[in-house]
């Protein structure tokens, strides 16, 4: 399995830096990006000069554009308590797994919980049966922070060949709670390419970026493309 190469990390970058809201298609550069189930139908609260947890608690909600960015990402005073995270974890987002849900066949975890699961997934190809029907699904958290704009960037590669390129929204989210302990984000349903040309290892490099364009994890991974699933 190929390592990231500036090249294709530059590829996934220019994915990131602007951006519409999935539901009323405004533009939103200097807005936080929304995703469908949190657009106020154009109210949108501009996020300006990041805050803490508890300042953005604590914001006048006489602002009903505020208001609402908060009630979506579960901004209450109850967000100050319970926050998980260990002290010494640096990290803003955490990718725990992403899962290929398959129709008709059990689904496949991919563990990206450690930098060993991530090493190890280089040299064990996930093998896919041609022209199965699937969805994506991930599993994340966020700790001590608010991200916002959260995106998964793939890039996919055949004998150095560039085949496909995809920008998927994640969306805003406060840090995770003990009675909330991770984030799940399910992507639309895909269809593995089918016949004897499609057959083959496919090279994947994904990329989870925010809209400060920090990027919280990139890791590689191989997908084989079988007749069968043996």
Known sequence: MENVTAADDDELVHEAGEGYCNQCWRYC????????SNCFGGIRYKVGQKKTVEQYVKLDDDDPALRKW?????????????SIGAAGDNRKVVIRRLELQIHGHETILVDLDSAKALEELKSRPIVLKEGSHYK???RFR???????GLRYLQLVKRKGIRVD???????SYSPNTLEKPYYEKTFIEEEAPSGLIARGSYNIT???????GTTHLLFTWTLNIKKEWD
């Open 29 to 36: 550069e200097t807005y936080i990006h929304l995703t469908d």
């Open 70 to 82: 908060k009630e979506s990402l579960g901004l209450t005073t109850g967000a100050l308590s319970g």
């Open 136 to 138: 994506v699904r991930i």
């Open 142 to 148: 966020v700790q001590h922070e608010i991200i916002t």
């Open 165 to 171: 390129k995809s920008d998927e929204v994640c969306g």
């Open 206 to 212: 994904s990329k989870f970026v925010d809209d400060d």
